[in-house]
């Protein structure tokens, strides 16, 4: 009877804990998780150079954060890094081909760093997976491309690098001759030249007459 009115005395305490423990569970979720992870989303793009300028590179990243309640928002965030471009100045990006007003500005060394923050009072535009990041210089030439893919997830496929034409040979469509002379002709013989034609008489001579 003893040794049972002892066991009880543990397990009231035991069973008082666990349901602290449920009663947290219920009103801030799981314990051990962070309170707001699963209300933001983060998304990063490398950016490929072009063959306009295939040494430079680049990333730009986005992230999107609500409120524990799910709709409110607490913060937007963009950033473009760029490195080893070829070009200084003001260099314009374009999402899904359509302009932003977003531009980062290059050094004279190739390197540039944009950083807009809604915290800090800055527009930031609504982005998602999938959408295409590209970077232009002031001649307006494509010089980075990349895809926006989940920061956590897989990385976005890597677009096939700049390729560089190669003349090939000369081509003959009919063997004939090459373009460039390097050729023989077909074997068909050299055309005759103009075609002899026959000296006309001089004049008829006609008798004298008698006298």
Aim: with cysteine; charged share 20%.
């Amino acid at each position: 009877m003893i040794g049972t009115i002892r066991n009880m005395k543990l397990v009231v305490p035991l069973l008082a804990l666990l349901a602290a423990a449920v009663g947290l569970a219920v009103v801030f979720g799981p314990l051990g998780a962070g309170a707001g992870t699963t209300n933001r989303t983060k998304l990063e793009a490398r950016l490929y150079s072009t063959c306009a300028d295939p040494l430079a590179s680049g990333k730009t990243k986005w992230e999107q954060r609500f409120e524990d309640d799910g709709v409110t928002l607490e913060r937007q965030r963009t950033s473009t890094e760029v490195e080893d471009v070829s070009t200084s100045g003001s260099h314009e990006i374009k999402v899904n081909g359509l302009a932003t007003g977003m531009a980062v500005v290059v050094d004279a060394l190739g390197f540039g760093d944009l950083n807009l923050d809604s915290r800090d009072g800055d527009t930031v535009m609504d982005m998602a997976i999938g959408d295409l990041i590209e970077v232009f210089n002031p001649a307006t030439d494509l010089i980075l491309s990349g895809t926006l893919a989940d920061k956590d997830g897989p990385e976005a496929p890597t677009p096939a690098p700049c390729a560089t034409s190669t003349p090939g040979p000369t081509h003959t469509p009919d063997g004939t001759n090459t373009p460039d002379g390097t050729g023989t002709p077909d074997g068909t013989g050299t055309p005759a030249g103009p075609t002899a034609t026959d000296t006309p008489a001089g004049p008829t001579a006609t008798d004298t007459p008698t006298p």
